[in-house]
C-alpha cells in the first residue's frame, strides 16, 4: 500500500532534541539518585528516544538502568487512533519493586499510555512515570500524566526521531511534520 502524496516541514531539529534529551536527563538523574531504575521503551517509537535517553542518564550518573520493551498496537498505516489500542508485547523482566519510567515518543489522544499505565500498574512496581518526547494536549481523549515531557506540539502529525507513517521516517533523526499535497 503506498501513502498518499506529501510533503514534510521541519518542526523540531536534531540539536533542540539532543539539548532537550540532556535536560530531561539531568532531572531524572536528579530525581532518582541512587535507585534502580527500568525504562520501558514502548514500541517502535519510543525505542530511539530510549536509546538516547538511556545513554544522557548514563554521562549525567545514573547507571544503574536496565531497558525492557512492551509494544501496544493502536492504528495500522493510518493517522487516528482506534481508540481500543491493545498492549501486544509485555516487558521480559518482571518489574515488581523496581522504579519503572514508561518512555513514549508521543502521548496523543492517551489511550495507549492509559492501557500501559494500567498493565504497569497492576505488576506492584515501586514506581511508574511517564517520560514522553511529545505530548498534543489539545487531542486528549483520558487524561495521562506525564511527569517528563520534552515538547509540546499543536494537532499535526509528526514522523522522524522514531515516529513513522505506515512505517516511513521512522530513522529520520529530526521531527517534522506531514503535510498533504
Ligand atoms: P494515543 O494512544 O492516541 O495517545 O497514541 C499514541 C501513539 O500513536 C503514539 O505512541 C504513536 O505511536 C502514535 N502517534 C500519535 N500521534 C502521532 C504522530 O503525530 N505521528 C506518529 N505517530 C503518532
Ligand atoms: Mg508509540
Given at each position: 500500500?503506498?501513502?498518499?502524496k506529501?510533503?514534510?516541514?521541519?518542526v523540531?531539529?536534531?540539536?533542540?532534541i539532543r539539548?532537550?534529551?540532556r535536560?530531561?536527563a539531568?532531572?531524572?538523574a536528579?530525581d532518582?539518585?541512587?535507585?534502580?531504575v527500568?525504562?520501558?521503551a514502548?514500541?517502535?517509537?519510543?525505542a530511539?528516544?530510549a536509546?538516547?535517553?538511556?545513554?544522557?542518564?548514563?554521562?549525567?550518573?545514573?547507571?544503574?538502568?536496565e531497558v525492557?520493551?512492551?509494544a501496544?498496537e493502536?492504528?495500522?498505516?493510518?493517522?487516528?487512533s482506534?481508540?481500543?489500542?491493545?498492549?501486544?508485547?509485555?516487558t521480559?523482566?518482571?518489574?515488581?519493586?523496581?522504579?519503572?519510567?514508561?518512555?513514549?515518543?508521543?502521548?496523543?489522544?492517551?489511550?495507549?499510555?492509559?492501557q500501559?499505565?494500567?498493565?504497569?500498574?497492576s505488576?506492584?512496581?515501586?514506581?511508574?512515570a511517564?517520560?514522553?518526547?511529545?505530548?498534543?494536549?489539545?487531542?486528549?481523549?483520558?487524561e495521562?500524566?506525564?511527569?517528563?515531557?520534552?515538547?509540546?506540539?499543536?494537532?499535526?502529525?509528526?514522523v522522524?526521531y522514531g515516529?513513522?507513517?505506515?512505517?516511513?521516517?521512522?530513522?529520520m533523526?529530526?521531527?517534522?511534520?506531514?503535510?498533504?499535497?
Amino acid at each position: 500500500m503506498g501513502i498518499p502524496k506529501h510533503h514534510t516541514e521541519p518542526v523540531i531539529g536534531e540539536e533542540e532534541i539532543r539539548g532537550r534529551v540532556r535536560e530531561l536527563a539531568s532531572q531524572i538523574a536528579k530525581d532518582y539518585k541512587g535507585k534502580k531504575v527500568t525504562l520501558v521503551a514502548v514500541l517502535s517509537g519510543g525505542a530511539v528516544f530510549a536509546a538516547d535517553m538511556g545513554r544522557a542518564l548514563w554521562e549525567a550518573g545514573l547507571r544503574e538502568v536496565e531497558v525492557d520493551y512492551m509494544a501496544v498496537e493502536s492504528y495500522g498505516a493510518g493517522t487516528e487512533s482506534a481508540g481500543e489500542p491493545k498492549i501486544t508485547k509485555d516487558t521480559k523482566a518482571p518489574i515488581a519493586g523496581r522504579h519503572v519510567i514508561v518512555v513514549e515518543d508521543i502521548v496523543d489522544t492517551g489511550y495507549s499510555m492509559q492501557q500501559l499505565l494500567s498493565l504497569l500498574k497492576s505488576k506492584e512496581a515501586a514506581s511508574v512515570a511517564v517520560l514522553a518526547l511529545l505530548s498534543k494536549p489539545s487531542r486528549r481523549k483520558v487524561e495521562v500524566a506525564i511527569d517528563y515531557l520534552g515538547f509540546e506540539i499543536p494537532d499535526v502529525f509528526v514522523v522522524g526521531y522514531g515516529m513513522d507513517w505506515g512505517e516511513r521516517y521512522r530513522t529520520m533523526p529530526e521531527i517534522v511534520k506531514v503535510v498533504m499535497d
